[in-house]
């Protein structure tokens, strides 16, 4: 069975750090795209960042440009987003998502396959 595994989120007070992870059992991540979008309550479900098959594209929502960071493990077959600078308007569930594609977009509707989410909450 193809799952997709989020962890990492918590909660944690303005301007700290959190890093997640999407892991990936019953293949590999590395021939697919990857993206990481959230929700929050009441709003709709936007894209945070995405990285392409190779690792060498990557792209970020302008709202967290310069705060997250997107990467890629081959050898662990998993996928970080460093969250950095955190503001409680970042709170949200995470989600990752894979896309048979080699480049990523925020185009929900590429990705295949998709997490449970992770709860991140920004919060003094």
């Known amino acids: 069975q193809l799952q997709l595994v989020e962890s990492g989120g918590g909660l944690v007070q303005p301007g700290g750090s959190l890093r997640l992870s999407c892991a990936a059992s019953g293949f590999t991540l590395n021939y697919f795209a990857i993206g990481w979008f959230r929700q929050a309550p009441g709003k709709e479900r936007e894209g945070v960042s995405c990285?392409?098959?190779?690792?060498?594209?990557?792209d970020y929502a302008n709202s967290v440009k310069g705060r997250f960071t997107i990467s890629r493990d081959y050898a662990k077959n998993t996928v970080y987003l460093q969250m950095d600078t955190l503001k409680p308007e970042d709170t949200a569930v995470y989600y990752c998502?894979?896309?048979?594609?080699?480049?990523?977009?925020?185009?929900?509707?590429?990705?295949?396959?998709w997490g449970q989410g992770t709860q991140v909450t920004v919060s003094s």
């Open positions: 990285i392409s098959s190779s690792g060498r594209n990557t």
């Open positions: 998502a894979a896309s048979q594609r080699s480049l990523a977009s925020f185009r929900a509707y590429e990705y295949s396959y």
